[in-house]
């Protein structure tokens, strides 16, 4: 088991920045590909970045790539979410995710066995 607390979110203007972490506990951190999903009210959840067991691959969704960054510090136990050129459509619950241990990185949900509560972003326009 990980537990996974997410923090950094909160309101901002279109155009700004949040950095988003999320700091692990138990299971050895490296083991797991960690990712970002979020969830928008009346929306199903929507998968927005991953990484690799040791950060050397990262996918983001389509949506978000060019203006997001997701990291990660083995040392740490730490992953971030560096979000840009925030978005109206960018608000949502977001969660910090860990995969299945020694299993690749993947954009469904069903691969991550471990999940934050989630922070709240809130883009205004």
């Known amino acids: 088991q990980v537990q996974l607390v997410e923090s950094g979110g909160g309101l901002v203007q279109a155009g700004g920045s949040l950095r988003l972490s999320c700091a692990a506990s138990g299971r050895t951190f490296w083991s797991s590909a960690m990712a970002w999903f979020r969830q928008a009210p009346g929306k199903e959840r929507e998968f927005v970045a991953a990484?690799?067991?040791?950060?050397?691959?990262?996918v983001y969704s389509v949506s978000v790539k060019g203006r997001f960054t997701i990291s990660s510090d083995n040392a740490k136990n730490t992953v971030w979410l560096q979000m840009d050129s925030l978005k109206p459509e960018d608000t949502a619950v977001y969660h910090c995710?860990?995969?299945?241990?020694?299993?690749?990185?993947?954009?469904?949900?069903?691969?991550?066995?471990?999940w934050g509560q989630g922070t709240q972003v809130t883009v205004s326009s």
């Open positions: 990484i690799s067991r040791f950060g050397s691959t990262t």
């Open positions: 995710a860990a995969g299945r241990p020694y299993r690749g990185i993947f954009r469904t949900s069903a691969e991550y066995d471990n």
